[in-house]
């Protein structure tokens, strides 16, 4: 297993059609719901135990997906309003050290909630267009919005590995 990617890392090969991009941004939709029902019945002392040998805690997990989606979401509208943006990374493994990393899991639960109803409004109402629009990554390159919609749609997969 892959510590930086323990679900393995994006892969798609297919075309990215409209109803892969519906698979998708119903994957995204879904993932709030799916985590509380994933870790409503996790005590407290479940959740700052890493889940994976030499991975983070549960915690830290679901305060990253908050992170990474909130990230993203400006990523995306960055995209759609300047032409090719460089987007700036951020060092994942140290925003997890952070002490915001530490408080109740229900703040990043609900934002994921809040922020997925927007980001899944803003995918619907997407043109053919305004998938084919980039960003430039510095570690990966240029990533269209189709392909970065279904990297978030993996993204959100991690919480299958979720369990204590």
């Known amino acids: 297993m892959d510590k930086q990617y323990p679900i393995g890392q994006f892969q798609f090969d297919g075309d990215i059609t409209k109803n892969v991009i519906n698979r998708w941004v119903n994957e ?12 409503k019945d996790l005590d407290k002392g479940h959740l700052d135990i890493p889940y ?7 915690r830290q997990v679901i305060h990253h997906l908050a992170d990474s989606h909130m990230n993203a979401y400006v990523r995306f509208k960055l995209a759609l309003t300047e032409h090719k943006p460089v987007i700036k990374p951020y060092t994942e493994a140290r925003w997890a050290e952070l002490s915001d990393s530490k408080l109740p899991i229900d703040l990043s639960i609900d934002l994921l909630e809040s922020l997925h109803k927007r980001w899944v ?9 305004d ?6 990554h510095p ?8 392909e970065n919609i279904g990297i978030y749609a993996w993204h959100g997969r991690i919480i299958s590995h979720i369990s204590i």
């Open 121 to 129: 409004y803003l995918f619907r109402n997407l043109s053919a267009a």
């Open 131 to 136: 998938l084919e629009r980039t960003f430039s």
């Open 52 to 58: 994976r040998s030499g991975g983070w805690t549960v």
């Open 28 to 39: 995204i939709e879904e993932l709030p719901r799916l985590l509380r029902d994933t870790v």
């Open 139 to 146: 570690d990966l390159g240029e990533v269209s919005i189709g």
